[in-house]
């Protein structure tokens, strides 16, 4: 027992760091997903062309970027895995699904955690919203924990995807309802944050222990369905 | 011997004598239905007859949402039986195709319905949105069926996704609930169980439900058994070309 729980943990911790250093190294997300990312932002901007009406939906916008940017990173990161089958081998090695799961969700809240900080810096300056110190701080919770979120049904739809070879495309149909209710308390956190809409810093605390919930359900659930949704 | 390896319909038909004594019931029924709803019914006092829709948006919402929990009952069935039958899989399957397809009609009548009355073809309220996301979420589902290996993976796979849908449903609709809500309150079921309906009305209703439920019933019988079929082809095609691999080597 203790060697099993042992075991799934340092499989984790394996997977993650694993997945972070091929990042690190190859620069990737930096180099191709962020700009996509930027060019998002920018294109918002061309689209609803108001300043005022930009200042107003700043906070959507940014989730709405980062619900993009996760699906191109999810399937980045079982690209990594399915290409020479290394999915299948971590299989037949024996080695504990929940571990895998759980290390690629720890990775993808870290990638996430990037791209939300540029993005809001973007939003700082092309859409013209006000940051304070506290809405600093909401922002940051709000964000690890969106993430969680984000992160477990994405490491779980887009192992399916990856299992399932060559049927990737499946991962925005099944991902995106499924995180809905993360962008709306995302979104509505991040404008009292953003302090737009007449919303007051302490409305935005609310949104986080619901995002705490969410984040606590879906990794349960990914726990337990992961290992069945990637089986051979 | 000379076993052909596909069953043809002709063989083993997907009726049988009690599915096709529904089936003759159902239609009847239905064409009573029609009666009730479009000739021997009233109008509404406020309504008008946009009020006629409802004898078939509200049977359909409630097949579309018996479908999804025949979905998920049938699901973990499969996933915590013993046996992990492939019919309870192809149960699940066939009430889901019905549940989309009964969603998507209530989804256009409810429209339509809204726009002779609330002057709008779409409203953001909670019970709306959440069955849109329903709909997108089982259309999901079924694309998961359809991403092939062989059928107890398909079973496994589309049976945790019917399961997380569960888990996902009330998630979405909370959330929306707290994001807004405008929704008309349900207007038969009261709380202090008093009925607002004409006498006729409310039975066209309710017998549309009864109807509508039979034709589920109906379909989902034969959808099951026609996926029970597509599925023996997949096995008989296997053998089929080994047999003749095999007859070719002779």
Redesign the interface.
Known sequence: MTHNSTSTISVARAIATKDLRIEWRSKVLVNQVLPFAGIVMVLFAFALDNDGILQRVAPGLVWLAVLFSSLIIVQRTFAIESADNALDAIKVAGVSSVGVFLGKSVALVVQLLLFECVLVLLSLVLYQVHLSWGGAVLLVTVSLLANVGLAAMGA?YGG?GAA?KG?ET?LP??LL??V??VL??AT?ATESAFRVGGATLGEGWPWVA?LAV?GA?FSF?GTL?FG??T?? | MNIHPFPSPVDTPTGTRASRGLGIVVFLSMVLLTLLGLVLTDEDVVQGSTVRLMYIHVPAAWVAYLAFIVTAIASAMYMWGKQHSLTFDRIAGASAEVGVIFMGLSLVTGSLWGRLTWGTYWQWDPRLTTTA?LF??Y??YL??RD???SHQ?RA??S???A??AV??IP??H???V??RSLHQKASVLQPNGNVTMDGLMLFTLLFGVAVFTLLFVWMVLHRQRVLTLADAIDDGGLEAALQERRNEAN
């Open positions: 779980l399916l399932a049927r499946l149909l099944l309802p499924a809905a209710p709306i308390a509505r619901l969410f359900l659930g369905a069945v949704l089986e051979e | 996301f997108v979420t259309v999901g694309a998961v991403l092939g290996g993976q496994k796979r049976g945790v996704v399961l997380l888990l996902e998630l979405v909370f959330s929306v707290l994001w």
